[in-house]
C-alpha cells in the first residue's frame, strides 16, 4: 500500500486529490494539511511514501518544507512531488535541486497523477517524460558552469553513460533501446549510479548530470 500526505492550502484540491487517491486499491492517505509547518509535522509522524505538496502556502512554504523532509536522514525514503499552477513555475527548479522527486500541475489528468505517484515510489520515471523533457530543458538553459567532475570519478564508463542518457529525460526502456540492453539491465544501472552518488533519485541524478558537466546545455533534442 502506497501511503500519501497531502499538502495544499486549498480544502478543495486536498478533497479532490484524496478522492481520487483514496478509490485506488494500492494507495491511500495518511493525512492532509494546510500549510508547510503542519505538513512537515505529519511527515515525521507518519512516514508516507509520497508527499504532494503545494509550492505556495502562508507560513512556511512547500519549498522551505520540502527542504525539511530532504534533509531529514530519518526520512530519507519519503518522495516529494511538488504542485504547481504553473508547468514551468520558477521555484519548481530551486525544489528539484533541493530533492523533490519531480511535480505536478494541479490541473493534471488522473491517470498522469496516479502514474506519478507509482512511479517515484518506484523510483522509475520522473513523472510524464513531456514534462520531464521541458523541466530539463528550463534547467539546462539555467544551468551555470559545470562543476568539477570528481564525484563521477567513482562510476564506470557505462554508467556514466546511463546517467548521461538520464540527464537527457530517457526513460529506462528508452535507454534499454539506445544501449541495446534489457529494461532490467539499464533500470540496475541507473540503481547504482543513484547509491554511488548519494542521489535521492532520477531528479537528483539528471541535476547532478547537469551540474558535473556530463551533460551540457544544448543537448538536449
Known amino acids: 500500500m502506497i501511503r500519501v500526505v497531502l499538502a495544499d492550502d486549498q480544502s478543495l484540491v486536498r478533497a ?6 483514496d478509490a485506488q486499491p494500492d494507495i491511500e492517505v495518511a493525512g492532509e494539511a494546510a500549510d508547510g ?29 520540502t527542504r525539511g523532509v530532504t534533509g531529514d536522514p530519518d526520512l530519507a525514503d519519503v518522495k516529494v512531488v511538488m504542485l504547481t499552477t504553473f508547468e514551468l513555475d520558477e521555484y519548481v527548479f530551486e525544489a528539484i535541486r533541493s530533492g523533490a522527486s519531480g511535480f505536478l500541475v494541479k490541473d493534471t489528468e488522473p491517470d498522469e497523477l496516479l502514474r506519478a505517484v507509482r512511479a517515484v515510489v518506484d523510483g522509475d520515471a520522473l513523472l510524464s517524460p513531456g514534462v520531464t523533457r ?13 562543476a568539477a567532475a570528481g564525484a563521477l570519478s567513482e562510476l564506470t564508463e557505462r554508467e556514466r553513460e546511463v546517467m548521461a542518457l538520464v540527464g537527457l529525460g530517457l526513460t529506462n526502456e528508452e535507454i534499454a533501446r539506445r544501449l541495446v540492453v534489457s529494461p532490467l539491465t539499464a533500470k540496475t544501472h541507473v540503481s547504482r549510479t543513484m547509491v554511488k552518488l548519494g542521489a535521492r533519485d532520477r531528479a537528483q541524478l539528471v541535476v547532478l548530470a547537469y551540474e558535473s558537466g556530463l551533460v551540457r546545455p544544448g543537448w538536449l533534442g
Open 134 to 146: 521541458r523541466l530539463i530543458a528550463e534547467f539546462a538553459a539555467r544551468s551555470k558552469e559545470p
Open 37 to 65: 509547518e503542519e505538513a512537515l509535522r505529519l511527515v515525521r509522524e507518519v512516514r508516507p511514501d509520497v508527499v504532494l505538496m503545494d509550492i505556495r502556502m502562508p507560513g512556511l512554504d512547500g519549498l522551505a518544507a
Open 16 to 21: 479532490g486529490f484524496r478522492a481520487l487517491l
